[in-house]
């Protein structure tokens, strides 16, 4: 399957003409069945060419854990297809599918939202929150970098089902111009309510337009809602399905936007009022806040070092840090300590000035100094859910590693990246 870098006559600005969707019942590990009622639901929804239609979550198999091996080596099979009905509507289709990512040796799955065209995979939004419920965490890994994607109906957004809760993901890829939200579900029937009111709110809050498409049927004890809709920039829903298979849409009118954008603004507007310095916390202060975070589910990642010239090493590190929970507590170590542990020469920036730096990096929350040789009884006395450490250490030499898995937490270890030291900088200054 192609992929294509950069789509002929791409106009960011462009919408597509028609939003629809097709309300299937997927079937658990059939992909071939699925694929001949999209075509069956296309041929009779016979979008306008410059149509943007929408499929459910993992459309071609399901939640099918037991063969996702065997489904995902059939996703290029199922593009491919795509990309041929693309071509007989001249429209866009978008659906996710289990894509199998190959990485250092180590092969994983993501519950991947392609955007497929009449030449190929425009590009592709992958699942960020996984929904634990039905153990989808333990079988895909949450994607990373959440951008819109260039097609040459212009920006689309994307979210695939649980995204849907976290109302983030669609503002910051609508933030940066896309004006529709393509949503790719299989939302269930308890929680229809929810669903409906969500889509709604997306498309409020971002005075754009949400396409979204919801399964129905059932598998296993779970009935589907259905309800796949279109939703226009101030709410209105401008189509609906019912609980069975049937396919939708409505046009997609660009005055709609310039309508609800004239009386007041809300989309784009994205004004940073944090004060990083904030992130600086006294030790004493740190236990409250994290009291907080964990009453409203938050898990909580800690690593700790000198960052004493922060250098692409540090941060390569901390994002991946970060991305092993909800939020990242640094244990920076003082001037003090750090001249009993490397000699009177060090630092080189004082302590204020790295937790300053350290403190506007958006991928850490909170910064903490802490005045011993090793952060061990800061870690016991917060007791962080994940601790963090670089690679070259060894799990049982971790400070901190004992009373942490004692604790039930994780201990995890990332590979360092690049041939970046602080020591090696301080010593390329010094001969330059």
Known sequence: MKYLKNPKNQTDFSLPVYGGFLQINVLSGAPDKNLARVQELLARLAPP??????LPELWSAGFFYEELAAQAAVTGDMLAALAELAARYQICLAGSLPEKRVAQDRV????????????GVLGTYRKQQLFAPIEED???????TPLPVRTPWGLLGGLVCFDLRFPELARGQLAQGAKVLVVSAQWPAVRKEHWRILLQARAIENQAFVIACNRCGTTGDTLFAGHSMVVAPDGVVLAEAGEGEECGGAGLDRSLITDVRSAFQTAGRTPYRFQDQDKICEQH???????????????????????D?????????LEAARREGDYLVVGLNSDESIRAIKGPDRPVNSE?????????????DHVVLFGEETPHRLITALMPDVLIKGADWPVEQIVGAKEVLAAGGEVKTIELVGDFSTTGLIKKIRKL
């Open 108 to 119: 994983s799955y993501c519950n991947t939202l392609y955007f497929t065209g009449p030449d």
């Open 309 to 317: 010239i922060l250098h692409e090493g540090h941060v390569t590190y």
């Open 138 to 144: 333990r079988h895909f890994q949450p994607g990373d």
């Open 49 to 54: 060419p410059g149509a943007i239609v929408v």
């Open 352 to 364: 204020t000035s790295r937790a300053r730096l350290l403190a506007a990096l958006g991928c850490v």
């Open 285 to 307: 202060r740190l236990p409250e806040k994290i009291a907080c975070y964990r009453e409203a589910g938050g898990k909580m990642v800690f690593t700790n070092g000198c960052f």
